[in-house]
């Protein structure tokens, strides 16, 4: 199994942009693929963004705004990165991290999740 803990979530103001991060540990070789969701009041969970561990081979949701979420990796860290540019409030959520072993393309999300961490919030104020 592996543990996940993601941080970086807060209250920003529009228009600025913020990092999350999710370090992973325990049987970190078993990692195949990393992703985030988000849940917000009112809405289901939303697929964001996964990344493949081992090329860092991307994959975002086409629902989403073009260049919105960049995802990408540092495998010596063990830790997993978000950002998110020119926040507006529609970015206000819970973000989870959360491990899949691989994602599918068809449905938009990560495919046979395994586990997810406690989340960090983004609040967006205007």
């Known amino acids: 199994q592996v543990h996940l803990v993601e941080s970086g979530g807060g209250l920003v103001q529009a228009g600025v942009s913020l990092t999350l991060a999710c370090v992973a540990s325990?049987?970190?070789?078993?990692?195949?693929?990393l992703g985030w969701f988000r849940e917000a009041p009112r809405k289901n969970r939303e697929f964001v963004a996964a990344?493949?561990?081992?090329?860092?081979?991307?994959?975002y949701p086409p629902n989403l705004e073009k260049g919105r979420f960049t995802i990408s990796r540092d495998n010596a860290k063990n830790t997993l990165y978000l950002q998110i540019h020119a926040l507006t409030p529609e970015e206000s959520a819970m973000y989870y991290c959360?491990?899949?072993?691989?994602?599918?393309?068809?449905?938009?999300?990560?495919?046979?999740?395994?586990?997810w961490g406690q989340g960090t919030q983004v609040t967006v104020s205007s």
């Open positions: 990344i493949d561990w081992r090329d860092g081979s991307t994959s």
């Open positions: 959360e491990r899949s072993s691989y994602i599918d393309l068809v449905a938009h999300t990560q495919g046979h999740v395994h586990e």
């Open positions: 325990g049987d970190v070789s078993s990692i195949w693929t």
